[in-house]
């Protein structure tokens, strides 16, 4: 007598801790910029490839709601810098939307913990996270200009720049540091590109400082592959 095969068990629903997730939502915000993408067909979309419980699929479709209705920033300067701020823009949208819909679930379970509707939770929360995304808007149109004067200063010194930043009281640590160092446009300094550093960054990329040692994060090998 032959024993039957054992059933294979089907995984159970996945949350958002999947890592594969990262990379098909970064995907979807990139297609959002197109015609015809809507949060409805994304959600159908990130479904079909993975198990996601109803709260994830709640979550997710609450907060791409408003994410996939403002697109990161566009200066219209095509470079090396702007082309890895837009990576690394839309890698800081996906973290949102992956943190922030964690929090919408939260949030959530809280609410049927003590016996509140959910629908009340999913709403204040992420009016929560809406206020939280503008700051995160304001930090991409920063990195973008930021970025774009690079690329600008890239096509008049070379990809080579210098730093210089505005010394006054006001002045960061970080920006004191960084003035009369060097950095190349092809690779991002540790700190950002000039401009980008903190919310009131006065910093500009100039012609590179002769003999100026280079900012960490920035090296010729990726000038020469680039």
Request: glycine content about 10%.
């Amino acid at each position: 007598m032959t024993t039957p095969a054992p059933q294979q068990q089907q995984p159970p629903p996945s949350g958002l801790d999947d890592p594969a997730l990262d990379v098909a939502v970064a995907a979807a915000l990139v297609a959002a910029g197109g015609a015809g993408v809507t949060v409805a067909g994304t959600i159908a979309a990130l479904r079909t490839r993975f198990l996601l419980t109803t709260a994830a699929v709640t979550a997710l479709h609450a907060v791409l709601g408003f994410v996939m209705q403002h697109p990161p920033p566009v200066t219209g300067v095509i470079g090396p810098a702007s082309e890895q701020v837009a990576r690394l823009n839309t890698a800081r949208r996906t973290q949102f939307v992956l943190a922030a819909s964690k929090r919408v679930m939260g949030a959530v379970r809280d609410a049927r913990s003590v016996n509140k509707p959910a629908a009340g939770a999913v709403a204040g929360q992420v009016a929560r996270e809406q206020k939280f995304y503008h700051l995160h808007q304001q930090a991409m149109w920063q990195r973008a200009a930021a970025a774009g004067k690079t690329d600008m200063a890239a096509l008049e010194h070379g990809t080579l720049l210098g730093w210089l930043a505005v010394m006054d009281s006001r002045t960061s640590s970080a920006c004191r540091a960084a003035s009369g160092k060097n950095f190349y446009a092809t690779r991002m300094p540790a700190i950002g590109f000039p401009g980008a550093v903190h919310p009131s960054c006065r910093c500009q990329p100039v012609a590179p400082w002769p003999g100026g040692r280079l900012l960490p994060g920035s090296g010729p090998r990726y000038a020469r592959a680039a």
